[in-house]
Every structure is written in structure tokens, then in C-alpha cells.
């Protein structure tokens, strides 16, 4: 009965070790396979069973990766407009030299200052569609970094009605954990809810933010979601100036060319049209108009280049931060699922004089068994 058990481990154990050789072989062929997650074998106590299991299983590193993927396309996203809005940046300054070089001259030729007059309009244009495609990728953003915490409160809701029907110590550390996840997205003030006994309100410094009635989006403040909001008014603010300001350029060079011989509008659907007469003659008296337009516009674009470009070197430093983040999560990940091939080799030797010690173990309790039958 005894040898009889022993020979069964002992297979049993053959069996496992095979299969682990077969794991870390898996391992060492996916090495450079992207996105692959190595195999691990777990022997029990008694090495007669390996159970497979992967190091996905670290679902807080993975998610975090998710995250911090998503993050990373944020600013991926964010950076190729902002490379947009300085290469506009560096066209303005040439344009408006352009610009105030022709509207200098006493007798500028009006092709000439039609074409520079339209391309700074144009660049402008660009910088506020650049300023706009921000936005809308700030606002996707926000959407689905919100999409991320949104299931946290539904769970939170979930473990409070349980932990009002039925209380359970359990449930408060699953309270806990759902709060602190939370407040990696809100800066949130933990409170007591004055209704139910064990159950938290949320408060941000806008009011409450989740209490026995739900999720209240509107009162979100602080934290990842808060700075994201943050940052979203900050650029329609930036969209609207730069909207008003193109608006109000092209406004007052209308008006001053009104005034001119064929008392039409600069900005057509055809294009840019200057006119330099005034009152019906031919003194050029218009172009001073022009000139006192441009000069003030252009004082004005240099304060707005100041506030834009900070916000250009600060947008930056977040893209270089998150890009930073992904890459110490990802060095983290690959660690904890990579293959690593100094470590698959020590395993296949253990796993081999495993195989061979049972092989042994088996041929000295058959060489027993053959013993003890030639003595009977």
C-alpha cells in the first residue's frame, strides 16, 4: 500500500515537472513576443500537482499600466498641438513683420499686403482650430478618466447598503480600499453619514460628491479629475480670447476699409481685399488706418503669445511627467510579466533534477518491489 502511494506521487510529480519544463519552454519562445505574460509554476506541498498562474493577476500594476497608457496618449495627443500652436507662434512673428513692413511703405503694392494681411489671418484661424482639437481632447479625457472612477462609486454604494443591512468587519476594509481608489481621482473629505451607521459621505470643496444617494458628477473638485476640469477651462478661456481677438482684428479692419474708395470689407469669401483711398481720391489717407490697426493688434498678440506660451511650457512639462510615469510603470509591469531568461534557465534545471529524482525514485521502488519478489 505504502510503495504503492510513493510510485503514485512520484508519477504524479513526473507528470508536473513535465508540464513546468513546458511553462518556462512557453516562457523562453515568448520572449520577445509583445504583450505576452509569462507562465508560472506552483508546485503544492506535496509536488504531485502544478497549478498555472500568471502574473496578470497583479491587477493593481496592471491597471495602473492602463492608466498610465491612457495618460500617455492624452499628452501624445496633447503634444502634437502644441507643436502646432508654437510653429503657428513662430509664423506670426514673421507675418507681422511681413505685414507691418508693407503697411510701413508709402506706397505698399496691394497684392502684396492682400497675401501677408491673409496668411496672418489664416495662422490665426489655425491657432484657434489647434486650441479647439485641445479642448476636445482635454474633454475625451475627462470623459474617459471619469469612466474609470464611475465603477468605484457603484461598487461603494454596493459594499455601504451591505454594510447597513449586514454589517461585516470585511466590508469596512472594502469600504476603504474603494475610497482610497477614489481619492487617486478627487481630493475627497471623508465624513460620517448622519442617516446610516458605517456608511461614509464624500465631500469635495464643492459640497457632496457621494453619499447614500449616488455619484454627484457636478460636484467634483481636486485630484486627477479636478486638475483635467481644471485645465479644460484654462483652454476655453485661451479658445475664447484668441476667438475674440480674431473677431475683433478682423472687426476694425473691416471698418477701416469701409472707409475706403470702394467702401468694402477686408475679409471676404474671396479672399483679403485692401483698399487704400479714402473719400472717393486717391491719397492713400486709408492706409494710415490700416497702420494704426495693425500696430495695435500687434501689441495685443504679444501679450496673448505670453499667456499662451506658458501654458505651451506647462502642457509640456505634464507631457514630459506622464511620459516619465508610463515608462517607470511599464519597466514595473515588464518586470513583474516579462520573461526573463536568466531566470527560466535556473528554473529548467530545477524542474529537470526534479523529473530525474522522481525518474530514480520510481526505478529504485521498482528495483525494491523485483527484490522482494525473487525473496518470496
Do not use: C
Not at 113 to 129: A, F, G, P, V, Y
Not at 138 to 156: G, W
Not at 282 to 300: C, K, M, V
Request: hydrophobic residues 30%; negative net charge.
Amino acid at each position: 500500500m505504502v510503495t504503492n502511494m510513493v510510485a503514485n506521487n512520484a508519477l504524479s510529480g513526473i507528470l508536473s515537472s513535465q508540464q513546468a519544463l513546458k511553462n518556462s519552454s512557453n516562457n523562453v519562445a515568448n520572449v520577445n513576443t509583445e504583450g505576452y505574460t509569462k507562465t508560472i509554476s506552483a508546485f503544492n506541498n506535496n509536488i504531485d500537482h502544478v497549478t498555472l498562474k500568471d502574473k496578470n493577476s497583479s491587477s493593481l500594476l496592471f491597471n495602473s499600466l492602463i492608466r498610465s497608457n491612457s495618460d500617455k496618449s492624452f499628452y501624445d495627443e496633447r503634444k502634437i498641438n502644441l507643436s502646432n500652436i508654437e510653429q503657428n507662434f513662430i509664423g506670426m512673428d514673421k507675418l507681422i513683420q511681413n505685414v507691418n513692413i508693407n503697411v510701413s511703405t508709402d506706397i505698399p503694392d496691394e497684392g502684396t499686403l492682400n497675401q501677408s494681411i491673409e496668411l496672418l489671418s489664416d495662422n490665426l484661424n489655425n491657432i484657434q482650430d489647434n486650441l479647439k482639437k485641445d479642448m476636445n481632447s482635454n474633454e475625451a479625457y475627462y470623459s474617459s478618466t471619469l469612466d474609470e472612477v464611475k465603477p468605484y462609486f457603484d461598487e461603494l454604494s454596493n459594499v455601504q447598503r451591505y454594510i447597513n443591512e449586514n454589517y461585516n468587519p470585511s466590508l469596512l476594509s472594502k469600504q476603504n480600499e474603494l475610497i482610497t481608489k477614489i481619492s487617486e481621482y478627487i481630493k475627497v473629505e471623508v465624513t460620517d453619514s448622519t442617516k446610516f451607521k458605517n456608511v461614509k459621505e464624500l465631500q469635495t470643496d464643492k459640497g457632496i460628491v457621494f453619499n447614500e444617494a449616488g455619484f454627484n458628477e457636478n460636484n467634483i473638485s481636486g485630484g486627477k479629475l479636478g486638475s483635467i476640469e481644471e485645465n479644460g477651462t484654462i483652454l476655453l478661456k485661451q479658445h475664447d480670447n484668441i476667438k475674440t481677438f480674431i473677431n475683433d482684428f478682423k472687426n476694425d479692419l473691416n471698418t477701416v476699409n469701409k472707409s475706403g474708395l470702394n467702401n468694402k470689407e477686408m475679409f471676404t469669401e474671396n479672399g483679403v481685399q485692401v483698399d487704400l483711398n479714402k473719400n472717393y481720391s486717391s491719397d492713400n489717407e486709408n492706409l494710415q488706418g490700416i497702420r494704426n490697426t495693425i500696430s495695435t493688434y500687434t501689441s495685443q498678440w504679444n501679450n496673448n503669445q505670453l499667456t499662451l506660451g506658458n501654458s505651451v511650457q506647462q502642457s509640456r512639462l505634464s507631457f514630459d511627467i506622464s511620459q516619465n510615469m508610463f515608462n517607470s510603470v511599464k519597466e514595473n509591469y515588464t518586470k513583474e510579466t516579462g520573461v526573463d531568461l536568466n531566470e527560466e534557465a535556473v528554473n529548467q534545471m530545477k524542474y529537470r533534477q526534479m523529473y530525474d529524482s522522481l525518474l530514480k525514485l520510481i526505478k529504485t521502488e521498482d528495483d525494491m518491489m523485483k527484490s522482494l519478489i525473487n525473496i518470496v
